[in-house]
């Protein structure tokens, strides 16, 4: 067990499956030389060089239509989208090659490709370059969604994700690159599509996922003095989606607040939501709630971006108001 950053994590699991499979390769703009926009391919264009840390042209549809090109002739391509936001230029290429490659050539031809990207708020980046994007690629049959919240998770996760045979979606999010935590490197590998429960409770539910994990334990430990138990369930995957175990959490504690750094409508809050109340209604003592973006692209202004993203502060008094303790 080591501390280590989640950046560094996250590096650390490139290194590990480019020295295990030579058929990994990074492209991406800037991973070379300069390490990366976030320094997370920092060294390892010295380790492994020009040939498998490919720097790209400033070209979104370039370097992902290049990775699906490398993916479906033997090769494991690992292309980082700088920021999460520029997903919608090359969304054509995600949606409609990369996730129904395999399902069109009748299983014949496996997609074995990761697009890492840099999403989320708070470090006053603007509304271009803040949004998180995950909630737009569930509808999309054929891609795999990963979420990670902690280094442990970033690390094992990405190593299961560059192993995976279909395209992955790798959402890191830059506000958290230089937080601390431990990981495990001899743990087995990732569950993948396994929600998991890192606070135990008996009176609500949050669930989330990334930086809001974080505050959502947060707000559990302020919580805890009040009275209130509240048990906290980190998705980590978005697709596949594990309802089952926000439900079989739900059913020890009969009530549910989702927490996420997007906008109601779409996010995939709703989705929880309605997953909990088709297959287990009965379980539920109030209505759901989620805590959400406000419908407005993400400010700038410091004070504007802290009062937008869902705070500790707002998952406490929400909290408080399900159980009418507000």
Excluded at 67 to 93: N, Y
Excluded at 95 to 101: D, E, F, R, S, W
Excluded at 150 to 159: G, I, K, Q, S, V
Aim: aromatic share 6%; net charge negative.
């Amino acid at each position: 067990m080591i501390t280590t950053t989640y950046r560094e994590a996250i590096q650390q699991a490139l290194a590990d499956e480019m020295a295990a499979d030579p058929s990994v390769v990074l492209l991406g703009e800037d991973i070379g030389h300069a390490g990366g926009p976030f320094k997370v391919t920092e060294g390892l264009y010295e380790r492994f060089g020009p040939s498998r840390i490919l720097d790209t042209p400033i070209a979104e549809t370039g370097i992902v239509g290049c990775a699906i090109g490398m993916a479906i002739t033997g090769m494991r391509p690992v292309a980082e989208i700088m920021f999460s936001d520029f997903l919608m230029v090359c969304m054509d290429q995600i949606v409609n090659n990369a996730a129904k490659y395999r399902y069109m050539s009748g299983g014949q031809t496996s997609v074995p490709m990761v697009i890492r990207t840099s999403c989320g708020g708070g470090i006053r980046f603007g509304a271009q370059h803040s949004q998180l994007g995950e909630t737009r690629l569930m509808q999309f049959p054929g891609l795999k969604i990963f979420a990670p919240s902690n280094p442990h998770d970033a690390y094992h996760m990405l190593r299961a994700a560059i192993r995976d045979d279909n395209p992955v979606m790798f959402f890191e999010h830059k506000a958290m690159y230089a937080r601390k935590g431990e990981l495990d490197k001899s743990a087995g590998p990732a569950q993948v599509g396994k929600a998991r429960v890192c606070r135990e409770g008996k009176d609500l539910t949050i669930v989330a996922t990334l930086m809001m994990v974080g505050r959502a334990l947060e707000a559990a430990e302020q919580l805890e003095k009040e009275g209130i138990s509240a048990e906290v369930v980190d998705l980590r995957y978005l697709r596949p989606l594990d309802i089952d175990t926000v439900i079989a959490s739900v059913s020890k504690t009969h009530n549910l607040l989702t927490v996420e750094e997007n906008h109601a409508l779409g996010g995939w809050g709703a989705e929880v939501i309605t997953g909990t109340v088709e297959l287990a209604m009965d379980e539920l003592d109030s209505a759901p709630r989620r805590i959400t973006l406000p419908d407005a692209p993400l400010p700038f202004s410091p004070v504007l971006e802290d009062a937008a993203i869902p705070s500790v502060d707002a998952i406490v008094a929400k909290a408080r108001s399900m159980l009418g303790q507000a």
